[in-house]
Structures are given as structure tokens and as C-alpha cells.
């Protein structure tokens, strides 16, 4: 079945940019997401791509999708201390079930 | 802007009891599902379901789960027989189509 890696941990400097990183096995997947969990919180939806897209922008978010290398990231600009959470890589699989990474957990450092 | 709720935040039990985890999707969504998050592990699915029936379920969603929409609001998950290895944080989601999943903040439940 499909699977879906992602490192543990991002730590990056405040003003940075943070890039976090995904693979995936499945390249069938159609929709492909990043939700962010924030303590305590629950998992809010950040952006998707649809797998017919290279790249989508969205204000400081910016995803890159490489079907090729099945490889999906997610670039946050400016990084603030308000993005402190742990990044979850999503994806639809053939029966419009998400699988998810492990998530990225992102440390600011000032 | 309209969210999926969850109720309650937190419940503890013991085990062998039963629970309903409640849930109210967003109004025009058709397509509802649960999700579970063991502590340290990765985000599972469980089950959706659409037009009033289950349309998948994992291998995780046996005998001991079931879910209903009792009503034009709610979507329950219950849990006949609780188990230790049931404690998690429980997401249910809304879709309209089958596609953008809006989560719910999540019922961490606790079986002792």
C-alpha cells in the first residue's frame, strides 16, 4: 500500500526559509496535501496540489510537486515563530483514503 | 468560515466500556470520516462513509466500531468494548467532494 516518509525535524533560524520534505510511494495519488498540527490543536489544512500541477503559491506557502521522483515539499518564507508545528504530508490514495507521513516537527530558533 | 466540531475534547473511561465520539461536519459536506492518532505513531484512517453507509473501512475499524449519523448533524464513532490500545486522539473530517478533508480539532480519548 502506499506509504508516505517525511523527517522528524526542521529546526530553522526566524526569518528563514524552511523547507520540509516528503516521498511518496503511490503514483497514482491524486491529491496531495500538508496540514499543520499545532500543540494541542488539531490538524488544520494548509494547502494541496492536485498531482496535474508542478508548483502552487499560496502568500508565504510555495508546494513543489516531482511525480517523477514522487517527492512533495512544502517551502514556508519568512519563517515567524507563530509557524512552530508539526507538519503533516498527506496523500489521497486510490480509495480516497488519506495516508500520512510521520509529520515534521518545525523549531524556530531565534 | 464553517468548521468541523468535535465533542467532547478529552474523555477518559475504563476499559470494557463503551464510547460515542461526537462529531458535527461542516453543513453541505457529504462525505465524513474518523480518523485516530496513537501518541507518537502516525495518523490512521478508519472509515468514511456517504450517503448514509459505510464506503470504506481499514482493517483497524472491526467489530468493536461502528459509526451512524443519527441525525442531519451528527456523525458518531462508538466503540462497544474499549480496549488499552484504543487510547489516541480521534479526528473526524468533512468533505464535499471526495477530496479536501476538513478535520475537527480532535477527542483524545484515555482508557484506563
Known amino acids: 500500500g502506499e506509504d508516505v516518509e517525511q523527517s522528524l525535524f526542521l529546526s530553522v533560524r526566524e526569518g528563514d526559509s524552511s523547507v520540509i520534505n516528503c516521498t511518496y510511494t503511490?503514483?497514482?495519488?491524486?491529491?496531495l496535501y500538508w496540514y499543520k498540527q499545532e500543540p494541542g490543536a488539531g490538524l488544520q489544512l494548509l494547502t494541496y496540489?492536485?498531482?496535474n500541477m508542478d508548483m502552487k503559491q499560496d502568500q508565504r506557502l510555495t508546494v513543489l510537486l516531482n511525480k517523477k521522483d514522487k517527492h512533495l515539499s512544502l517551502r514556508i518564507a519568512d519563517t515567524q515563530t507563530g509557524d512552530s508545528a508539526i507538519y503533516f504530508c498527506?496523500?489521497?490514495?486510490?480509495?480516497?483514503?488519506?495516508?500520512w507521513g510521520a509529520g515534521t516537527k518545525l523549531i524556530i530558533k531565534p | 468560515e464553517p468548521e468541523v466540531t468535535q465533542t467532547p475534547s478529552h474523555q477518559v473511561t475504563q476499559m470494557g466500556q463503551e464510547v460515542i465520539l461526537r462529531c458535527v461536519p461542516i453543513s453541505n459536506h457529504l462525505y465524513f470520516y474518523w480518523y485516530r492518532q496513537i501518541l507518537g505513531q502516525k495518523v490512521e484512517f478508519l472509515v468514511s462513509f456517504y450517503n448514509n453507509e459505510i464506503s470504506e473501512k481499514s482493517e483497524i475499524f472491526d467489530d468493536q466500531f461502528s459509526v451512524e449519523r443519527p441525525d442531519g448533524s451528527n456523525f458518531t464513532l462508538k466503540i462497544r468494548s474499549t480496549k488499552l490500545e484504543d487510547s489516541a486522539m480521534y479526528f473526524c473530517?468533512?468533505?464535499?467532494?471526495?477530496?479536501?478533508?476538513?478535520f475537527g480539532p480532535g477527542t483524545r480519548l484515555t482508557v484506563l
Open positions: 503511490d503514483s497514482s495519488s491524486t491529491y
Open positions: 496540489i492536485f498531482s
Open positions: 473530517a468533512s468533505s464535499n467532494l471526495a477530496d479536501t478533508q476538513y
Open positions: 498527506s496523500v489521497m490514495d486510490s480509495n480516497y483514503q488519506l495516508i
